[in-house]
């Protein structure tokens, strides 16, 4: 099975064993969004400067979803900031992600009705189990956050989803909180990859929590309005 992108992990760890998002909407669309742009800065293929994203090397990645995304920065042209690109890209992009999954087997599509009426889709394993890829990304996840050394790139990347998307306290709900606050601080700030990646990495994390936070806001204050 090809390699397991950003993007995938994190819809697998979004979604519970019976296949229900539990992170719900808009957040799960603006983490993957962040997820695929972490994946193409790891890449090579973008960066960040003066708070901008471009691309760097427009050549394909052989990944169809990070290939569609790098081929929309390509083609618009301007250096925007990472969080101006959550709403553009978000866009079908957790069906995209999750079609993949169900192309590959990890996942399969279940469409019924809640009480006869309302239509609803789901995605869990063929097995009815956690996916094997889903448990050996929350494994490597907690190792890092349990462990004090250092950690691999696209490890501290999935872990600042995760917090940035508020998955943090579900995935590690076994680490004591103040261990927890102190470990991805230290996994953030550490030596893992280029200044340039780091960088980028740095800014789309910050963008998706804005973003996510925002969505949360705009959600409870209409929530109270109605």
Do not use: C
């Amino acid at each position: 099975m090809p390699t397991l992108t950003l993007a995938d992990e994190l819809v697998l760890l979004a979604h519970d064993d019976a296949g229900t998002n539990r992170l719900g909407r808009p957040r799960l669309d603006y983490g993957l969004v962040g997820a695929v742009l972490l994946d193409l800065a790891l890449a090579g293929r973008v960066a960040v400067a003066d708070d901008r994203l471009s691309v760097t090397d427009p050549s394909a990645t052989g990944h169809p979803v990070l290939d569609d995304a790098l081929a929309t920065l390509a083609a618009d042209g301007k250096r925007r900031k990472p969080k101006d690109w959550m709403s553009r890209l978000a866009k079908g992009l957790p069906d995209r992600v999750l079609a993949g999954l169900v192309d590959r087997g990890v996942l399969r599509r279940e469409v019924d009705r809640v009480l006869l009426v309302f239509p609803r889709t789901r995605y869990p394993s063929p097995t009815g189990a956690e996916p094997a890829a889903e448990t050996a990304a929350r494994r490597r996840m907690l190792d890092a956050v349990a462990a004090d050394g250092p950690v691999d790139a696209r490890t501290a990347a999935l872990i600042g989803l995760a917090r940035a998307v508020g998955l943090d306290r579900t995935l590690f709900r076994e680490v004591p909180k103040e261990r927890l606050t102190a470990r991805v601080a230290e996994i953030a700030a550490g030596d893992w990859a280029s200044a340039a990646t780091r960088k980028a990495i740095e800014e789309t994390q910050a963008a998706v929590l804005v973003a996510t936070t925002a969505a949360t806001t705009a959600a409870i204050v209409t929530t109270t309005v109605s």
